[in-house]
């Protein structure tokens, strides 16, 4: 029996419905950005299910403690205000867990009534509650609006919107916001600017925070995380790389238009054409040379690339994710001369589509793109229509057990598998990973349907 057996092969239109979402909702990505600056308690101002889900659903994802303080709205806070509530936390949460940095964010419910938390945050300083040299910065996330990725960018907009400062002098760094990546990614980028030799600020910067070692001692503020110091210097920065239109335009954009700090946005640098562009971008701006070894890791991706080409060669793809995950995988599966058939996301953007059209163009096939799509969509398109591969979270799995076609898992949450928060998948090394994944899922099935007289020894 199948499990996901009432997914019909016939599509009809549907307006109300949706089964499966590819995105959750806007305090998870706040929650994930807040636990990216060093010391930070992240706090969901709302009712407490929402915050045990979100750090549920996190802890799932890395294997790893995720804290985070709510105000456990009642009843009375949902209709007359959660002021009494939030103050009452932050006295809590400075006295007890004592961190550096409280970073809240909203959820339906306050921002349904409507609660001024940066009002409150300031009274709650005004009143003694935020002890001296602590910091509390807020980002609205209602969650109504967008998916987890808008969540994310608010609350990295809400970090500079908070403490950026300016100052008369340029600290000769660039900005450089990784966009809703994993902790493995920022850690890739951080090394690629280092070899570089490029000074940045990385914020968010969850390396060390959600893929720390274990030592046998607890540290509730792990020791990663970007500093309070090098958030308010990002003011006085040479320019802001933003890598993700969805992810990390927003922040970009305030520091452009609030303290004159330039930005360029760039997608997120998975596979080798906007790996390309973003050394390219960091050279420009910093004014510095590419390094032999950076060039030495480019031609080992291109090497595997065109060794495997046969075997990757109008493969057909279908793919669920975050739009600026999407972009960069449909754009990499392309320079693969693969096919990516079917693409749906959950986070709305009009761009989106527009820029897959753009990728694809070239592509002989109709490929099929939906956005605020369901990974019921995505179902029918490929009972419709079949393919060779999927790549996905962990939610694709039923799909590709019903319709036996292998799965690379890639985005959030993967909850059945690790490898996500310590290998990165973005940067030449990055890409050469990803490629070695599909390519052992594309012959790990060949291995499992060829006959005995073509089942090969050497690939
Ligand atoms: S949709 Fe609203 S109620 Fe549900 S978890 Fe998200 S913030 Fe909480």
Excluded at 28 to 57: D, E, F, K, T
Excluded at 84 to 97: H, R, T, V
Excluded at 106 to 115: N, R, V, Y
Aim: glycine letters at 8%.
């Amino acid at each position: 029996m199948t499990l996901l057996r009432h997914t019909s092969k016939e599509i009809k239109d549907r307006s109300a419905l949706t089964i499966n979402p590819a995105k959750t909702c806007q305090p998870v990505g706040a929650m994930y950005a807040a636990l990216g600056i060093h010391g930070c308690l992240p706090h969901s101002h709302g009712s407490q299910g929402c915050c045990s889900y979100h750090r549920s659903m996190l802890t799932r994802h890395y294997k790893e403690p995720v804290y985070a303080g709510t105000s456990s709205f009642t009843e009375g806070a949902s209709v007359f205000g959660g002021q009494a509530n939030l103050l009452q936390a932050f006295q809590n949460i400075f006295e007890i867990y004592d961190p550096d940095v409280v970073a809240v964010h909203s959820t339906c419910l306050s921002e349904t009534i409507g609660d001024d938390m940066p009002q409150i945050a300031d009274k709650a300083v005004k009143e003694g509650k935020v002890p001296e040299g602590k910091v509390v910065v807020t980002a609205s996330t209602p969650s109504y609006v967008g998916s987890h990725v808008t969540g994310f960018a608010n609350m990295v907009q809400g970090m500079v919107k908070g403490l950026a400062t300016k100052k008369d002098k340029k600290n000769g760094k660039i900005n450089v916001i990784p966009g809703f990546v994993e902790p493995s990614d920022m850690g890739e980028i951080k090394r690629l600017c280092k070899l570089m030799d490029v000074p940045i600020i990385l914020f968010p910067d969850t390396d060390g925070v959600l893929n720390g070692p274990l030592t046998g001692k607890h540290k509730m503020f792990p020791d990663g995380g970007v500093t309070v110091e090098e958030l308010r210097d990002t003011a006085n920065s040479m320019g802001t790389l933003a890598l993700g239109e969805w992810g990390s335009s927003l922040a970009a954009k305030y520091l452009d238009s609030t303290h004159k700090v330039p930005c360029q946005i760039l997608g997120l640098p998975l596979g080798l054409t906007a790996t390309d562009s973003f050394i390219d971008a960091l050279r420009k701006m910093a004014g510095k040379s590419v390094p032999a070894e950076i060039s030495f890791e480019r031609g080992q991706l291109v090497d595997v690339m065109k060794d495997y080409h046969q075997y990757l060669y109008r493969r057909k793809v279908a793919l669920a994710g975050d739009p600026d995950q999407l972009i960069a995988l449909t754009e990499f599966l392309v320079s693969l001369d693969m096919i990516p058939a079917h693409i749906v996301t959950g986070t709305p953007g009009k761009k989106f589509e527009e820029r897959i059209r753009e990728i694809t163009k070239d592509v002989p096939y109709k490929v099929n793109v939906k956005v605020e799509g369901d990974m019921f969509m995505l179902h029918q398109w490929i009972k419709n229509d079949p393919v060779d591969l999927l790549i996905g979270n962990t939610y694709m799995k039923y799909i590709a057990r019903d319709e036996d076609i292998p799965l690379v898992r890639h985005g959030l949450p993967i909850l059945d598998r690790v490898g996500h928060q310590y290998f990165p998948t973005v940067g030449y090394k990055g890409g050469l990973r990803l490629l070695e994944k599909i390519l052992d899922a594309i012959l790990t099935r060949k291995d499992r349907d060829d006959p005995e007289t073509s089942f090969e020894l050497a690939l």
